[in-house]
């Protein structure tokens, strides 16, 4: 019937859709209904039934193929059933483990929250750090005033020019510079 009412261009292209089609995902339940549908159209495709149900089955995702092929299916009627039985079993084993999965994330993650909640805040949030040039407490050995004295002393405490000096002729350099008195610019 078809050969007489639809256009030869238009089977070839039908043909070529049975022999590419294949499972979505997991939605066998429409890949049954539209293999079903080309397969009316294109009844030449397949001299045999055992070709049909072949060429159903080929289209199966990898999960359940072989199961269906192992199964070795004498009807078209139970390779659908079987496919779909599998599908159904497939589906339901995935989507538990899933919310297996869920529950051991969200076990886990109250387990880690419950270790990263606050502390209830102290009463006292002032820092005790101890100075370690003079061991007092409330500020760092950078910033201790007894450190701060001692370099005032040396900066502003001596007037005396401190150096070295060295003989431009063959004598030798006087190390002791305490000895020397007056100004190193004269």
């Known amino acids: ?26 939605d066998v339940v429409s890949y049954n209904q539209h293999f079903q549908e080309l397969a009316l159209m294109c ?3 397949f001299p045999e039934k055992s070709d049909k149900i072949e060429k159903y089955v080929g289209g199966l995702p990898d999960m359940i193929h072989g199961r269906v092929m192992a199964s070795k299916p004498k009807t078209m009627q139970n390779a659908i ?3 779909t039985e599998l599908m159904d079993k497939k589906i339901s084993t995935l989507a538990e483990r899933q919310a297996e999965n869920k529950r051991k994330l969200d076990n886990n993650n109250q387990a880690q929250q419950q270790h990263l909640k606050k502390s209830p805040a102290a009463t006292n949030n002032q820092r005790n750090f101890t100075c370690y040039e003079c061991g007092n407490q409330g500020h760092y050995r950078s910033d201790c ?5 001692q ?9 005396e020019a401190r150096g070295m000096m060295h003989a431009l002729g063959g004598g ?5 510079l305490n000895g020397i008195d007056g100004d190193i610019n004269a």
Do not use: S
Not at 145 to 149: A, G, T
Not at 151 to 159: L, M, R, V, Y
């Open 81 to 83: 059933e079987f496919a």
């Open 151 to 159: 370099n005032h002393e040396n900066q502003a405490g001596g007037t």
């Open 43 to 45: 009844v030449r495709m």
């Open 1 to 26: 019937m078809t050969d007489k009412y639809c256009p030869r261009g238009d089977i070839k292209k039908l043909e070529v859709e049975v022999w590419n089609i294949k499972v979505k995902g997991t």
């Open 145 to 149: 005033p007894e450190l701060k004295n």
């Open 172 to 176: 030798e350099t006087n190390q002791d």
